[in-house]
């Protein structure tokens, strides 16, 4: 009604009280009551007004509707429809059975209310019979034979529920894109939700009310073009949404401190992935810190020909490979032993480059002495 300019409501208001939205609602329907010569027919327009004004607080928890199969406006009518009907707006679903369908000439002549209680009653019947005694099943064995139809009917419907349980279907969607017209409003029923459809350049689109969207200014519409719920986003112009990085910041921070709350061991437990990553980190620091001691190696070995350097880096891969053995790598990571097994990690690290500053030291005495 705000889109289609029944009622308005200041842009400085940012919320509106459900009193205050259904005065708004009454006296548009009541302004908008065509004048009767006819006594009788404005009693029953009357009658209507009140029946509508009298479902007004369902509004807020959900009105009870009963969709039936045939077509996009096919409902079985109900008071709950007076509402939609005194303010003449449109209620359409997409949750129709295909006419080439096996199940077309069972399902359309049904609700869905009179599907439930088919299936719920042929169910409970036929526990009934398993429990029986074996007379009563000889005795009834007429009757089962003869409802064998009726039994494939029950089928046909159990697999048309099953198919279409996202409440739309392509031959409701191809009957939508059809029977809409270009920039017509109206309300969409699925899965016991109502939504705002419209049609815009031969596409329909559905007023996006997700509370994850609320301060996204520029999220308006959806496009409805699939029934397994691939979308686009689009603004009030109906142009595909982007967003930028100054849009994207606060959900990357979010999902940073996430990521950092979930890499936090839980009572000492550890997830086997984040070990796993743990340990990676861990070998990346003892190859850093391999480089690093090869550079204080060399340092240290000044004046140390290239065959000294060369055995004092031998020496060194050696006890490295000792330190760290091939089964190690190779074995799957232990979450609770990942702490222990860096801190081996760096200790065979450090008594290495210990012992490799020794040859080192040790080489230069003994040219020394052979120098005298």
């Not at 908008?32 to 607080?57: E, L």
């Not at 064995?141 to 392509?170: C, M």
């Not at 437990?269 to 620091?285: F, H, N, V, Y």
């Not at 070995?301 to 006890?319: F, L, M, Q, V, W």
């Amino acid at each position: 009604m705000l889109l289609r300019g029944d009622i308005t409501i200041h842009t400085d208001r940012s919320f509106v009280s459900v009193d205050e939205l259904m005065a708004m609602i009454s006296d548009h329907m009541l302004a908008r009551a065509p004048q009767f010569s006819d006594d009788g027919m404005k009693a029953n327009h009357d009658q209507n007004i009140s029946d509508a004004i009298t479902m007004f607080p369902k509004l807020q928890e959900g009105l009870d509707v009963n969709v039936k199969f045939q077509h996009i406006h096919d409902f079985e009518f109900t008071k709950e429809l007076v509402v939609f009907d005194m303010l003449n707006i449109s209620l359409v679903h997409g949750w129709l059975v295909d006419p080439q369908d096996a199940a077309y000439s069972t399902v359309s002549k049904l609700s869905y209310n009179q599907i439930v209680e088919l299936i719920v009653n042929h169910q409970a019947k036929s526990d009934r019979l398993k429990q029986s005694a074996p007379a009563r099943l000889e005795r009834s064995s007429d009757s089962i034979g003869s409802s064998f139809t009726s039994d494939q009917d029950l089928a046909l419907l159990r697999t048309f529920l099953d198919d279409s349980a996202s409440q739309l279907t392509y031959h409701g969607l191809l009957e939508l894109h059809e029977k809409l017209k270009e920039q017509e409003l109206a309300v969409f029923f699925r899965n016991n939700h109502f939504s705002v459809i419209t049609k815009h350049a031969g596409r329909l689109y559905l007023l996006v009310t997700d509370q994850g969207y609320l301060h996204q200014n520029q999220v308006v519409w959806e496009r409805l073009d699939e029934v397994e719920g691939d979308t686009v986003l689009v603004d009030s112009d109906f142009v595909p949404f982007r967003p930028h990085e100054s849009d994207l910041a606060p959900e990357l921070a979010a999902e940073s401190q996430q990521a950092a709350f979930v890499l936090a061991p839980v009572d000492g437990e550890e997830d086997p992935s984040l070990a796993l990553a743990r340990r990676m980190q861990e070998e990346e620091d003892m190859r850093l810190a391999q480089q690093l001691d090869g550079a204080e190696l060399e340092e240290n070995s000044d004046g140390t020909d290239d065959e000294e350097i060369e055995r004092a880096k031998k020496g060194k891969h050696k006890k490295h490979h000792n330190a760290l053995p091939a089964s190690a790598v190779d074995a799957p990571p232990k979450p609770k032993a990942s702490a222990s097994a860096g801190g081996a990690k760096k200790k065979s690290l450090s008594q290495s480059a210990k012992e490799n500053r020794t040859i080192s030291h040790s080489s230069k005495e003994k040219d020394k002495d052979d120098s005298g």
